[in-house]
């Protein structure tokens, strides 16, 4: 039996519970307290999970309900909390792992077959994340989350009338569910019309709603502004969304600058490489701002017979997360310490966590976000890797990154100044990759692709050393999963031509254009 809390231990816990909803870490610290005075206290270490997880640490999370879970390892909750948290932190597997304990736990509870088919569909176990949502659903036909979750695994899959009509079924019984009409306003290829806008305008001016969901709301409201005509107030509204979803995330434009500079100066010089000259032939990784087409190119190489997409892979940053924290020295300062057979070792570790993607076709892609800034380190692990960098007209990439409400990652997106900022960096990176390394790196340009699909394709593929295949030429007919939600039903469209979105904006994106000249990203105006 565990001993009784003090009087004092007692008294923090209680306050704890009380600043958990607004105040997540003034929580966490007064429930660090509690530990310093307790520290198996089970409730302090969930709680304290809870808090860590809701300001997106998960790897602290992970640890505090591994502790919690040595007293209580049966409790289904906790199982799913601790499984949540490691899918988060990068660590799927054995997320997977207590994800499933809990269904066996409880199999009559729907909010744990909603995060076991949340987590399989992240996975792209496309067809046990349905089966999982539909036992959520069958627990509790009215579970908005899993409603929603299926929803979005029919947009994932292209199954876009049947995830409009999920998201509407949510919006009959609950008008203003801010995820629903925000799932609507990612498809994209729909329009909303004068009513959903009348019913967005309604729910955004709620004062009751969390922050999120206002965000959220302001999104698909500008979104229906835009569908409408009404440009103007839509740019206002993005201004003023964006504004409060940068108050909540954190962006450190001096420092994302400084470690472009430090990757530049590391691989200038001469960096030590893997002896395998073949190993990574596997691999194709595609490199991109956000909303630049990568989605596309991604679409295109999966719909050749040799090729999986595997969408945003997360092993690549976990390989470098992992040396970094082994060397003890920030990345890229070690890099230079490397030797060949470091190089080998990690571009072994890569293949290994990346081996699921190869089961049934011999290559595959790897689109995380962060590539853009590990081509160097990839292509010494992996030398017979190649590199698409897909590149956009700059305004049009910032302006879209500026009309989609991304998660914390993103923090360049919610100012225009910093997207621009972050998108010079992005070119001048890439610039470098493609000059240092032009046998592995083919920069592939968006408007090229639209223009003359097929001549572009063939490059591609000739670049890839792939024959070339008339499926890439319909890849919008390819049925896969496609995790990256604004893309999701536009691959599945022919390819369209006029795709550029600024020209109804007019002189309010003068600001943006001038930046971008500025930073020699942009060609003068004419």
Not at 180 to 204: E, K
Not at 219 to 229: R, T, V, Y
């Amino acid at each position: 039996m565990r001993p009784a809390l003090s009087p004092v231990a007692v008294r923090l816990l209680a306050r704890a519970r009380g600043e958990m909803q607004s105040q997540p870490a003034t929580a966490l610290r007064t429930l660090q307290s509690v530990l310093a005075l307790a520290p198996d206290c089970t409730d302090a270490l969930r709680l304290a999970g809870a808090a860590a997880q809701m300001l997106g640490n998960h790897g602290a999370a992970a640890d505090y309900f591994r502790r919690a879970f040595s007293a209580t390892p049966n409790d289904p909750a906790l199982n799913m909390a601790l499984g949540v948290a490691l899918q988060e932190h990068g660590e799927t597997d054995e997320g997977l792992l207590y994800l499933r304990h809990a269904c066996e736990l409880a199999p009559s509870s729907a909010p744990a077959w909603f995060n076991l088919g949340e987590a399989l569909m992240a996975q792209a176990f496309v067809a046990e994340s349905a089966s999982a949502l539909q036992r959520a659903l069958a627990v509790d036909p009215r579970y908005t989350p899993a409603q929603l979750g299926l929803a979005r695994l029919q947009a994932s899959l292209g199954q876009i009338d049947s995830a409009v009509k999920a998201f509407r079924d949510v919006l009959q019984r609950d008008p203003d569910n801010a995820t629903a009409w925000f799932g609507l306003s990612y498809l994209n290829t729909i329009r909303f019309d004068a009513g959903d806008a009348a019913r967005l305008r309604h729910a955004f001016a709620r004062k009751d709603l969390p922050a999120r969901a206002h965000n959220l709301l302001g999104f698909a409201l500008a979104k229906a502004l835009e569908d409408q005509g009404e440009y103007d107030q839509a740019f206002e509204l993005f201004r003023h969304v964006n504004a409060e979803q940068r108050k909540q995330v954190k962006w450190d434009r001096v420092g994302e600058h400084d470690r472009v500079d430090a990757i530049l100066r590391t691989f200038r010089n001469d960096v030590a490489t893997s002896p395998d000259r073949a190993s990574g032939r596997e691999l194709i990784q595609i490199v991109s701002l956000p909303r630049s087409g990568a989605s596309l190119v991604e679409q295109i190489l999966a719909s050749h017979p040799d090729v999986e997409g595997a969408n945003e892979l997360k092993a690549m940053p976990q390989v470098m997360d992992g040396e970094t924290r082994k060397r003890g020295k920030p990345f890229p300062s070690w890099v230079a310490d490397a030797t060949p057979a470091d190089w080998q070792r990690l571009g072994t570790e890569y293949l290994a966590r990346t081996a699921r993607w190869r089961r049934t076709k011999p290559r595959f892609t790897d689109k995380n976000l962060v590539n853009g800034y590990l081509v160097g380190t990839t292509l010494a692990m992996l030398p017979g890797a190649r590199v698409v960098i897909v590149r956009r007209d700059p305004v049009e990439t910032c302006f879209a990154c500026y009309r989609q409400c991304f998660s914390g990652y993103a923090g360049f997106a919610y100012d225009l100044d910093e997207m621009a900022d972050y998108c010079i960096d992005f070119i001048r990176l890439t610039r470098f990759w493609r000059d240092k390394y032009p046998d592995r790196v083919f920069e592939l340009e968006y408007e090229k692709l639209i223009e003359e699909p097929e001549s572009t394709i063939r490059r591609l593929l000739d670049f890839c050393e792939l024959p070339f295949d008339p499926a890439c030429l319909a890849s919008h007919e390819t049925s896969r999963l496609v995790l990256s939600a604004p893309s999701a039903a536009q691959v599945r469209q022919p390819l369209h031509r006029n795709t550029a979105r600024t020209n109804r904006y007019g002189d309010k994106l003068n600001p943006l254009r001038k930046r971008l000249r500025d930073g020699g990203v942009l060609a003068p105006a004419q």
